[in-house]
Structures are given as C-alpha cells and as structure tokens.
C-alpha cells in the first residue's frame, strides 16, 4: 500500500517541457489519462476516528485560560483547525479504503495512488477520488513491418559508415597514417545494437506510446532525486551544476521528463510486445543465469532473494523481446 501523504493533492495537471526550448515541446498528446477510483466513507466509520484524533491533538494544546489539554473539545478543535485533524483522520482511513475499492474493481496499479477530496464536511459521508496510473493499452497495429523497414534502414547506414570507414582508412594508409581496425570497423556486437536503437527509436516515433501521467510524474521525480544524489557523492551541489551548465532547474526538470518519457515508451512498447507474442522466462532461464555468478555465497543470495529474482526475469525478458525484435 502506498504511503499516504499528509495533505489531500487536488488532481495535478499535464507536465509540460520548458517552453523556452527553441523547437517547443509539447507532451501533451503523449500523456495518457490515470485511472480513477472513488472512496466512499460514512460519517459513522469516520466520527470515531475523528474523536480520537481531535482528542489527541487537544491533548498538549496550551489555550490562554485553560490547563494544558483542558480546554473543551469545541474550542480546541476551533484552535487546532478542521484541516490539521481532516488530514490526519485522512491517514488513518484512506489505506484500507483505497485497498478495498481497488480490489473491487480489480485495478491493478503501477504509480502510488495522488487523492483528490470531494467531500469532507462533517456529519456527512466522505468522498475521494483516488488517481493512479495503469499498464496502458498500447496499439501496436503494424508494428513488424515498423520493425523490417527499420532493420533495412540501419542495416543501409552500418554499409554507409563501412563504407566511409574503408574510403579513410585507404586514404590514411596512402599519407602512411595508421588507423586501426576497431576504430573503423563495427563489431557485430556494436551492429546489433545500432540496429535495435534504430528499430527502438522508430517504433516509438511512429506509434507513440502514451504514457500515464502519474507514471511520467513519479518516475522523472525518481530521476531527478537520483541525479542529485548523483551530484552530492561527487561533491557536487545543484546550484553549482545548473550554473556551470548555464541552464535553470526548470530546464533540467524539461530534459529529465523528457528523457524519462522515451524510456517509459520504449519500456512499455517491450512490455506489449512481449505479451502479444506470448514470450515468458522460465525459472529455469532465471536459474541458468544466476549460475554463471562465480562467487558461492552471492550465487546463493541470488538465488534465495524473491525480489531479485523478479528483477532478473524482467531484464531477461527484456532482452528476449529485443532479440525476438532483432531476428525478425
């Protein structure tokens, strides 16, 4: 269940990057709409909660004219203010209603839930909408031929840059310069990946994925608290950077959401992939690969951690769906 924050969130809008860029960048229609579920809470099941919490925040309240924690609920509640207890009334109730109306619906979400409240008056029944993001639908309608008619085009530009790469290593062996080989000629290793950015880059460009808002939200926020963390174990503060980059922060929030809007789209284009054509990991092909670690004891942990083992066969699917894309 997802923490709670202290304070209901009103429904945020679309992030967009910085309109200072010189070719302006909308992500407008790259954003997807979030899910929705509305909790619905009596007063009943509310009122007790209420009381307690009011009489714990009354407990250490100091009024002029009272002992402390003496003064009467109604003045106390009046001092300490509806919103301070609302809220943390909110913090009590929210999880286990949010749990009951997403199991109800059978939703399955991706982001930690962002709550909108739309009623919260006293004596009434609670309502709040609760926004989160999905597993989007993804269109791939023609997306092999997407996949061949971008092999071709990588394939025509690696025969390019060999091409270019003989011409200059002749011209440079004519002025008795030496250039050697692994700077002129790519490796099959370095081919395939040239391919697969290009068939990568190419399906995102043509069936431009869109990608749920609170998902884009919360995981550029992840990149951006990453990248400071980042700068601080170089000694590096924010300020210092932003300035020998001669850019604010909004414009480094811009590239941030921008950069982790493509990887969005290229990790859920993989992921439909994936599920359309029905290709899986065994625990068998998790297993194999643990045991190529050397090491006895880190082999073991591996192996016992439940948490690790998911994250290994997602990454080897990953790269199973980018094969299955390559060999097409």
Known sequence: MAKIQKKINQKNSTPKANNSDKKQFSLDKLIAEDSQVELKISWKKVAPVYQKVLNKLSTNLKLKGFRKGKAPLNVAEKEIGQEKIINQVLQELIPEAYSSAIKAESKKPLTNPE??????????????????????????????????????????????????????????????????????????????????????????????????????????????????KKLESLKINLETFLSSRKMTQEQLSSQIMISTLNQLQVELLLRAIGKKEKLEISDQEVEKTIETTQDEKIRSQMSKDRSYREYLKQMLLKQKVLNFLFDL
């Open 115 to 228: 709550f909108q409240a739309i009623s919260i008056n006293k004596d009434n029944d609670w309502i709040i909408k609760a926004y989160f993001s999905e597993n989007p639908e993804i269109n791939l309608r023609n997306y092999k031929k997407i996949v061949k008619d971008a092999k071709k085009t990588a394939e025509q530009e690696i025969k390019k840059t060999e091409t270019e790469n003989k011409k200059n290593k002749a011209s440079a062996k004519k002025k008795n310069e030496s250039l050697k080989d692994k700077d002129t000629n790519l490796s099959d290793n370095q081919k395939k990946d040239s391919i697969i950015q290009t068939i990568m880059a190419k399906l995102v460009e043509q069936l431009e994925p869109a990608i749920p808002r609170l998902l884009l939200k919360q995981s550029a926020e992840r990149e951006m608290d990453n990248f400071i």
